[in-house]
């Protein structure tokens, strides 16, 4: 019987430990685009079937002079100053719409749950004219993403594509593993406490 407790605490403790986020620092340079009026558009598609995952934009910053920000699903919080968060568990599409003014550079943080799925979810990433058209990439799909990313689990390659108007580059920064700490320490700890006693007690009877 211990045995078996143990082995369920640490198939918990596993699964727990297998959720992680990846985490990328994004730079644009949108030097070509300097004074035109437009958007940039952090779009979330969701897979199937629905995983759970989101996605989080921070550390957000520009040069470009920034307008009205819409959302559309499950989108909460702002780009500037940020935190945003995308996720994907009651709408197929979900987006922070910026407007800008064009500058030179703009940056931000990004950061996605790796849950895989046989459809998967994906982040794609957008700079659009007024008419909310994106600007021409080299994306095969012909949507125009100047990024893309499926989350097929961990392990993720963002698609970067190229365009006159625009350089995407795309640095992973270490992958964060997130137990919650209230799941690890405060439930895994105590239940294999709890086995050890457990047999220490049978053992004690056995005697």
Not at 59 to 67: N, P, Q, R, S, V
Not at 71 to 82: C, L, M, N, R, V
């Amino acid at each position: 019987m211990k045995n078996i407790l143990l082995a369920t605490v640490l198939v918990f403790l596993v699964s727990t430990l297998a959720m992680a986020n990846v985490a990328y620092n994004v730079s644009l340079d949108t030097t070509p685009l300097q004074g035109v009026v437009g958007y940039v558009a952090f779009d979330f598609f969701q897979g199937f079937p629905i995983e759970g995952n989101t996605v989080t934009i921070s550390a957000f910053t520009t040069d470009a002079t920034l307008g009205m920000l819409t959302t559309t699903g499950d989108a909460t919080g702002t780009i500037s100053p940020g935190p945003g968060n995308l996720d994907d568990i009651n709408n197929f599409f979900n987006e922070f719409l910026q407007g800008v003014t064009f500058g030179t550079t703009i940056s931000f943080n990004l950061s996605l749950t790796t849950n895989g799925a046989s459809t998967p979810d994906n982040f794609s990433f957008y700079l659009l004219d007024s008419s909310q058209f994106p600007i021409v990439t080299s994306d095969p799909t012909g949507t125009d993403s100047l990024i893309s990313i499926d989350i097929t689990g961990p392990g993720l390659t963002p698609n970067v594509y190229t365009s006159v108007d625009a350089t995407a580059t795309v640095t992973p920064v270490t992958s964060v593993t997130t137990p919650e700490p209230s799941s690890f320490w405060l439930l895994g700890i105590p239940l294999i406490g709890l086995i050890h006693r457990g047999g220490s007690v049978q053992s004690k009877r056995i005697t």
